[in-house]
Nanobody
Framework: VQLQASGGGLVQPGGSLRVSCAAS????????MGWFRQAPGKEREFVAA????????SYADSVKGRCTISRDNAENTVFLQLNSLVPEDTAVYYC????????????????WGQGTLVTVSS
């Protein structure tokens, strides 16, 4: 499986941004795609995950209510919509994939994209 993230950029506080991750390879069965982020000087943390069949999603408490993960099966792409952004959302956002459950733990994800930088600043 290969993952390609895109869509990062500079956004003002209170604004919105959508990042995308295109997947290639075996994207069926128990395939799960997730998003993690890493702010400068901090550990990489879980943001959201979705089962490819759409039956389950999971969100970190820090983004719940401000964030939506969705997918386009035809394009093999998963999206992360971020709303009401605050400076603390500034980070490199990584897409990741695994087979199995939508777990919020980095160590269970075997496949990683290259990351896309989201900067929230006025």
């Amino acid at each position: 499986v290969q993952l390609q993230a895109s869509g990062g950029g500079l956004v003002q506080p209170g604004g919105s941004l959508r990042v995308s991750c295109a997947a290639s390879g075996r994207t069926y069965g128990s395939f799960v795609m997730g998003w993690f982020r890493q702010a400068p000087g901090k550990e990489r943390e879980f943001v959201a995950a979705m089962a490819w069949n759409g039956e389950s999603t999971s969100y970190a408490d820090s983004v719940k209510g401000r964030c939506t993960i969705s997918r386009d099966n035809a394009e093999n792409t998963v999206f992360l919509q971020l709303n009401s952004l605050v400076p603390e959302d500034t980070a490199v956002y990584y897409c990741a994939a695994r087979y199995g459950r939508t777990l919020p733990f980095r160590k269970y994800y075997s496949y990683w994209g290259q990351g896309t930088l989201v900067t929230v600043s006025s």
